[in-house]
C-alpha cells in the first residue's frame, strides 16, 4: 500500500481479474481497480514494495507479456496507468530498483546505473552509467536534491546528464538525508565513524517560456474541446493536460475534451504542464469558457 496527497494504491483480487492495482480516496465510489496487466486470473507481478508517489502520482515497477519488468506510472483514473518506457526491448525484464522521487521526476537503478524520469517516455534519460568500477547504490534527497553513493564516494545529482557534482570522494556505509544535510558512516581502520555534509545546489533548471494557453473550439453541448498550448521553448515539449469542470476535476488527462449534458452552465478551463529533461517542469491555466446548449440543436 503507497499513499498519495489524495489517493492510496493497493493490490487486491476481485475474484475475476487477479491481483492487480487498485486506488482508493476512502469512499466505496472513490475505490476501482487501474489495472489488467495479467491475463484473466492469473495474479499481476506489481513491485508495490518500492513504488512511490509524486503527489497523487504513482511510479511503480510492474510486469506485462509485452514488455516485461518496467517501470509503470498511474495517476489514479481509469486509462491513466501507463508504461513509462521500455528500456529493454520486448518482454525482458529490465532490472530497476531504488525508486526516488524529487519533486516532480522519480530516480532509479537499472541495473548498474542511474536514470531519471518525469513520467514521459521521450525524457526518460541516462545519468550516469557503469564505468567498470563503481556502481549505484544507496539514493536519498537532501535540501532537494538527489545523493547516491557508490563504491568511491558520495555524490549529488541534477536531472540531466553532466549536473552530477562531488559530495565526498572516498566509499561510505549508511547514507541518510537530513534536511539540508547527508549523514553517513565512514570506515577507518577497525573503527566507524559518524559523517556529515551539507548539500548545495547543483547547476539550477532552465525555465520554460511560453504564450497563453487557451480553451479551442465551440463549449457547446456535444461538442468537443480542445486544448490549446500555443508555442513553447524550448520545443517539443511533454505535454500533460487536466481538465476541471466548475469545481470538478475530471479524471481525463486527454488533450481534448467532450462536452456532456451534465456540464451546461459550468465553466470549462484547462492546465497544460510541460515537461523536457533539464527544465523545471511549467503549468499554465486556460481562461474559463462557460458551456452551454447546442443552438444548432
Known sequence: MVAGDRLVYFLADDGVHGRELWRTDGTAAGTARLTDLAPGDADAEIDMLGAVTVGDRLYVVASDPDHGRELWTSNGYRGGTHLVRDLTD????????????RGRYVFFTRGLDLWVSPGQSRATEL???????ATVNR?????????YTRNDGVYQSGVTRGTQGTVLDRG???LLGIGRYVVFTVPRGDVTYLGHRRIRAVRPLDTFTTDRVRVGGKPWIGRTVTARHGQWYPRFPDFSYRWTVGSRVLGTTARTLKLRPWMQGRRVRVRVTASKAGYEDASRTSAAKRVVRNPHH
Request: no cysteine; proline share 3%.
Open 127 to 133: 545519468l550516469t552509467s557503469y564505468d567498470g568500477n
Open 139 to 147: 539514493l536519498v534527497v537532501a535540501s532537494g536534491q538527489l545523493v
Open 172 to 174: 561510505v556505509g549508511g
Open 90 to 101: 520486448g518482454p525482458d525484464d529490465s532490472y530497476l530498483g531504488s525508486l526516488t522521487a
